[in-house]
């Protein structure tokens, strides 16, 4: 087998590959870019409805999960949203701001895949795609990369191989895997940015395509206001997408189905009215919604003929509505995977392995989940960017 020397191996060619690949070829090193996947960047491709939600100009610390809160400050800061702008903006690719910070490309995620290819191209890197990984081992001057295709000798090594979310796109377990070979430990893996699912029982089946607006919040972790959207197997919209990278499995989450709104004075004011109850929430909910919930927790009955009590426990559910999800929608649906390659046996600076010489983990295998909203994104610039400076 035809056998080579090169400065750095990127395994990965996703969002977090493609940035470390670019930021390490244009220092002067001899980059090849290897993937198991014909096609590049499918994550990106898929990603904001088609447009590539590509960072969030609110990036903070406090929008990302870790076992160690901190640890993603240092790349963040090395490279920065603004920075990522600053790069779009250089290949002329318009972009809007939708809401909460959250910024798109206007025509196609494909104007961020090509630019990040042609950055990779600037540096000359090489690319190997539909190249399978056979085994990678340490030697005394780096690591020895054996493929389906070639021999690569080198002296640093990158894995952007990414999580277990949406395996119909090629996502699979290899860079935890190959933390593991070399001794760094991996954190409690789950999906992340999912839906959640309930029993049949349980699930307003009638509601399936109902949305609204909501403050949605699970046992630990921030509350999120964002639209909630009934499906035929539980709940998912922006709101629950947000929440269930906080919450466990057998824990509830908590609903405000009327934020910043005041259900007792509605009732109120129509106290005395023959008005049928949903009719009154109609007002402000979907009437599909409120038909089927009110259902749940009282008799429909003319508006005069409740009890302040019976009103009381109405509001109370509306403003403060626990379920149990069932579970989530797993892999096949999350956008992300919560958890990841243990921080502690990384440096923040540079994302290199703290024992291993030579050896980097970036973006989603690493254990720093981004909220919605480009957060993910904005983390795999900036980590790939920090171990390209390195490598």
């Not at 630019?115 to 780096?142: A, F, H, N, P, Y």
Request: glycine share 10%; aromatic share 8%.
């Amino acid at each position: 087998m035809h056998k080579q020397d090169i400065d750095v191996v990127v395994i990965g060619a996703g969002a977090a590959g493609m940035m470390a690949a670019a930021s390490a070829s244009q220092r002067g090193r001899g980059v090849v870019l290897i993937d198991h996947m014909e096609r590049l960047a499918e994550k990106i491709r898929i990603s904001g409805g088609g447009r590539c939600n590509f960072t969030n100009s609110r990036t903070h610390a406090e929008c990302y999960l870790s076992q160690n809160p901190h640890f993603c400050k240092s790349a963040l800061a090395q490279y920065t949203t603004t920075d990522f702008i600053d790069l779009v903006n250089r290949y002329a690719i318009p972009w809007h701001e939708k809401k909460l910070g959250q910024l798109f490309c206007d025509d196609s995620a494909q104007d961020i895949i090509t630019m990040l290819k042609t950055e990779c191209d600037t540096g000359g890197t090489q690319w190997r795609l539909g190249v399978q990984v056979l085994s990678i081992t340490q030697t005394t001057q780096g690591f020895s990369v054996h493929t389906s295709r070639e021999h690569w000798h080198c002296q640093s090594l990158i894995i952007a191989t990414g999580g277990l979310s949406i395996p119909a796109i090629g996502a699979t377990g290899f860079g935890y895997d190959l933390a593991k070979q070399f001794g760094l430990t991996v954190t409690p893996l789950a999906a992340g940015l999912v839906p959640l699912t309930f029993e049949p029982r349980d699930l307003y089946a009638e509601l399936a395509g109902v949305s609204l607006d909501c403050s949605a919040r699970a046992t630990t972790g921030p509350q999120f206001r964002e639209n909630i959207l009934f499906t035929h197997r539980g709940v998912s919209g922006p709101a629950i997408l947000q929440i269930s990278s906080y919450w466990k499995p057998g824990e509830e989450i908590t609903l405000d189905l009327l934020p910043e709104k005041d259900a007792n004075q509605l009732f109120t004011e129509a106290k005395n009215s023959d008005l049928l109850l949903p009719n009154v929430l109609a007002d402000w909910l979907p009437k599909r919604f409120a038909q089927a919930f009110c259902a749940t927790v009282l008799d429909i009955k003319p508006m005069k003929q409740y009890s302040a009590a019976e009103l009381t426990q109405l509001t109370t559910r509306l403003h403060n509505w626990r379920v149990i999800p069932s579970g989530s929608q797993g892999y096949k649906k999350a956008e992300v995977t919560r958890g990841g390659i243990d921080t502690a046996g990384l440096s923040s600076k540079t994302m290199a392995a703290r024992q291993v010489p030579g050896l980097f983990f970036i973006g989603e295998v690493v254990d720093v989940t981004g909220w919605l909203g480009g957060y993910n994104f904005q983390w795999a610039w900036s980590s790939g960017w920090v171990a390209g400076q390195s490598a």
